[in-house]
């Protein structure tokens, strides 16, 4: 995992790394060939990869710290991989919480899409969730911000599956009809 500066001139660059295993370490000759092109910070397609978090805390046991899910969440950005979600602590926080993540995540290039569905667990949740996304928004154009639009991102994803498991096919429309109101 080499990351290269969006400043690097093109050719071959040569250097040592340790690598670290257990306690054993061994030193490694490294070569990198860079290229002369730039790829954009901006990733073309408009898609999320999936991180399910509650697999991070799983796998990271002991080795898990306050910037766990930060790290993991900028790696995939870095990789031009859009995660799913907000960080937890966004994702899993409050409404006005999400709803500030919301307004990062629109002004981040590398974040292309996000997912709406922590907040959204009920008709109300929905309605509650898209007023305040459209509020949000009113309130940015009118402080002259008018390039950010929190739904142009927003990934609404409510259900899995629906009319299995008793949720009903109305939930769904009705909030599909509240998302095109707002």
Not at 36 to 49: D, G, H, L, M, Y
Request: hydrophobic share 35%; proline share 5%.
């Amino acid at each position: 995992n080499l990351d290269i500066p969006r400043d690097c001139v093109a050719g071959e660059y040569t250097g040592t790394g340790t690598l670290t295993v257990n306690g054993a370490s061994i030193k490694l000759e490294i070569t990198a060939k860079v290229a002369n092109v730039e790829i954009p910070v901006e990733p073309t397609p408009r898609s999320a990869f999936g991180i399910w978090y509650d697999y991070v805390r799983e796998s990271e046991k002991e080795n898990m710290d306050e910037n766990t899910y930060r790290t993991y969440y900028e790696f995939l950005l870095s990789k031009r991989l859009t995660p799913t979600g907000l960080l937890p602590e966004i994702a899993w926080s409050t409404l006005d919480a999400f709803i500030e993540g919301a307004v990062e995540a629109a002004r981040d290039p590398r974040v292309t899409a996000f997912q709406a569905a922590d907040h959204v667990k009920s008709d109300g949740d929905a309605t509650e969730l898209l007023t305040a996304l459209m509020n949000k928004n009113l309130e940015l154009r009118r402080a002259g911000e008018t390039d950010i639009d929190l739904f142009e991102k927003l990934m609404v994803y409510k259900f899995d599956e629906p009319g299995v498991n008793g949720i009903p096919f109305d939930t769904i429309r009705n909030y599909d009809k509240k998302l095109y109101e707002c």
